[in-house]
């Protein structure tokens, strides 16, 4: 596993993106990041509005925020999930489980905008004791398949290549424990070579033993923000707390100084009820690397 050769093993069936020759350079900028686990359009029950009325509120997540990078969990390949929540964020083009011989399976996805990154390389492993083998289990009894989406991608905003991955913990112990230590095996090759922003549900509070493990080689953008916050419409002011976080913006990267201007969990709520529209918060911040 220790292998570039096994970490390009799993490459997605979507082609390699552009030729970053024929690329525009932009001025050096800094990365917004969201990471989103959705709650998926079958998921939500009787506590939530329908999946077609959640589509706007996530629209206007997207529009207010408009990252660069999102990082998106819990997406089945039903209801055209995909398609709608790319029509919600125009601009972006998107990564997810996708291989001949296999239902897509995009419980973990990625969302680049397409004006400022190329897509040089991009794969998926499984968090499982078999990570190269699709839809693998075996962390913990149950557990669903769950997978890491990563791409290497020249960021046109600096002619700077970085490393994007989402992943989707599972809920089931010892899963998480086992999977934060297979995450770091297989994005040490690419910390060591380029900035690295890994984010996801990783179903692990701060005071999670697979937190440790992943702080161990990671820093979170959390612990980066001048002033950490909410972004919200309520009256009065919902309470939030940091200590119960699963949801996370981890950067990484062997000489890579990195720095958070802004970090904010989104707890608008929508819809005549004032209903949040996912069971999760998107989280969102702002990066610098020098």
């Known amino acids: ?53 959640r589509l706007g509120y996530f629209a206007d997540i997207f529009a207010r925020h408009d990252p660069d990078l999102i990082g998106l969990q819990e997406l089945t390949p039903l209801a055209g999930e995909v398609d709608a929540l790319l029509e919600a964020a125009p601009g972006r083009g998107a990564l997810f489980f996708e291989q001949e011989g296999w239902l897509p399976y995009p419980d973990a996805a990625i969302f680049y905008r397409k004006s400022r990154f190329s897509v040089l390389e991009q794969g998926t492993y499984w968090l499982s004791p078999t990570p190269d083998v699709p839809r693998s289990t075996g962390f913990a009894d149950p557990q669903l398949a769950r997978l890491v989406v990563w791409a290497r991608l020249l960021d046109k905003a600096g002619n700077r290549e970085m490393f994007f991955a989402s992943t989707h913990f599972d809920n089931n ?70 200590a119960s976080r699963i949801d996370h913006v981890f950067v990484a990267g062997a000489g890579v100084t990195w720095s958070a201007s802004s970090w904010l969990a989104d707890l608008y709520v929508y819809g005549s009820q004032k209903r949040y529209p996912s069971d999760h918060f998107a989280i969102v911040t702002t990066l610098d690397r020098q």
């Open 1 to 53: 596993m220790k292998t570039r050769l096994l970490l390009t093993a799993a490459l997605l069936c979507m082609g390699c993106g552009e030729d970053p020759e024929e690329t525009e350079t932009l001025p050096p900028r800094p990365l917004s990041v969201m990471t989103f686990n959705v709650l998926c359009s079958l998921c939500g029950g009787k506590e939530y509005d329908p999946w077609e009325e």
């Open 173 to 242: 112990s010892p899963s998480q424990e086992k999977s934060a230590p297979l995450v770091l095996e297989r994005t040490a090759p690419f910390a060591a070579a380029m900035p690295v922003v890994f984010v996801g549900d990783f179903n692990s509070q701060p005071s999670d033993p697979a937190y440790a493990t992943l702080e161990s080689a990671f820093q979170n953008a959390y612990d980066l923000a001048p002033s950490p916050g909410v972004a919200e419409n309520q009256d009065p002011d919902p309470v939030y707390d940091p």
